[in-house]
């Protein structure tokens, strides 16, 4: 089976594991997390970096150090993976979820602006609150879908405007670039990076939020270390376990000294699968909006409207063919935990997502087998 998207451990991974196992320093404490951070931080353009377990662990720290609490919104884009939306709910807030735009996959700065003006107010006490519900609106959350960073100048005006913080889910996004400036210095209080084993660089796991604000950085950091307070066991508020260990930081300092090389051959992936199809009027290609330099993290095509009926049965032969094609992500206002969350109209979520079809983009992927993975892709469409 040709994968998906499986770790390309080509670097010294080996080596600083058994750095690792030679000095017992294989939790929390080491040297490699630190050199991590710093590592992260540098190819983010931010100037601090706190690692954490996962991803998600990253996002839910983020979003209860701008101060999101029970019962509150978040805004946050409908077309992403769960995590974005569970780690609002982990907070013990809701998602107020909102279509993306059809160009990018990401929110749509022109309805997020339109929504705030006509379906918030500004209460006595000073909160926002959205009219339907009463309830405060706390955070926008963009997501970088793909690793394409969201158009957040306007984004950042608005938050502004609306005196509302900012973390954005950049998962798959390190490495990437909007309007020439790096994703993780776009204006966001807090960006969070995924190092799960499908991303582009991988830690086997993991996560880490960047700022360029200290103070914000300290605090964060607190609050992922169980929040306690000098060498004794004093906590002064309610923390997480959510540090990286040191032996996946091993991992993850190897693969970000091929960061340049990893994103090169998703790019080339992308670019071979955009021109082998281009003459396919079944399929359309994974978007790239021009203000952006794309990471391509996941690869594939997009079908035609009136073919979507037919993707089950595709991915079904491409699977028995050997490739590991895959549908992607199911809308949040679909799930059954956000069914009743705060939405606007949906109609570019819901037209995309029964239509996608990655296909395999490892980074290790040779050009035999993405040639093969070609050939069977067209001679299935062919037969649609």
């Not at 983010?44 to 609490?69: D, E, I």
């Not at 340049?260 to 992936?269: E, P, S």
């Not at 993707?311 to 199911?330: M, Q, T, V, Y």
């Amino acid at each position: 089976m040709i994968p998906l998207a499986v770790p390309n451990l080509i670097g010294r991974e080996a080596e600083y594991l058994q750095e690792c196992i030679t000095s017992t320093f294989v939790s929390t404490v080491g040297p490699f997390v630190g050199r991590f951070e710093e590592m992260v931080a540098a190819a983010s353009g931010a100037k601090y970096a706190v690692a954490t377990s996962a991803g998600t662990t990253a996002l839910h720290a983020a979003l209860v150090a701008s101060g999101v609490g029970h019962g509150d919104l978040v805004i946050a884009p409908s077309f992403t993976f769960i995590a974005s939306v569970a780690a609002i709910a982990h907070c013990g807030a809701q998602p107020w979820l909102f279509d993306v735009a059809a160009h990018s996959w990401t929110l749509d700065p022109a309805l997020l602006a339109e929504t705030l003006k006509t379906q918030t107010e500004r209460a006595s006490d000073g909160s926002l609150r959205h009219k339907g519900t009463g309830q405060r609106v706390a955070a926008i959350l963009p997501v970088y879908t793909l690793g394409i960073p969201a158009d957040m100048d306007p984004i950042i005006a608005l938050a502004e405007e609306y005196r509302l913080p900012v973390a954005s889910d950049a998962a798959a996004a390190l490495g990437t670039s909007y309007k020439n400036r790096p994703s993780g210095a776009l204006g966001a209080d807090f960006t969070m990076f995924s190092f799960n084993g499908n991303k582009t660089v991988t830690a086997g796991g993991g996560g880490a939020i960047v700022t360029d604000d200290e103070a914000k950085a300290k605090l964060f950091r607190h609050l992922t270390t169980t929040a306690r307070v000098g060498a004794d066991y004093d906590h002064d508020m309610v923390g997480f376990n959510y540090r990286m260990t040191n032996i996946q930081a091993a991992v993850g300092c190897a693969q970000m000294e091929n960061l340049d090389l990893f994103l090169d051959a998703k790019r080339r992936i992308a670019i071979a699968y955009r021109d082998a199809f281009a003459d396919l009027d079944m399929v359309e290609p994974f978007p790239d909006p021009d203000y952006v330099r794309n990471g391509h993290w996941f690869a594939g095509v997009v079908l035609r409207r009136d073919c979507a009926r037919h993707l089950p049965g595709l991915r079904s032969r491409l699977r028995e063919a050997g490739i590991d094609a895959r549908p992607f992500w199911k809308p949040a206002h679909l799930q059954a935990p956000y069914a009743d969350s705060p939405a606007t109209r949906m109609p570019v979520s819901d037209d995309i997502w029964p239509r996608v079809l990655t296909l395999p983009c490892s980074t290790g992927l040779n050009e035999p087998d993405q040639n093969y993975v070609i050939d069977m892709v067209r001679s299935e469409i062919d037969k649609l």
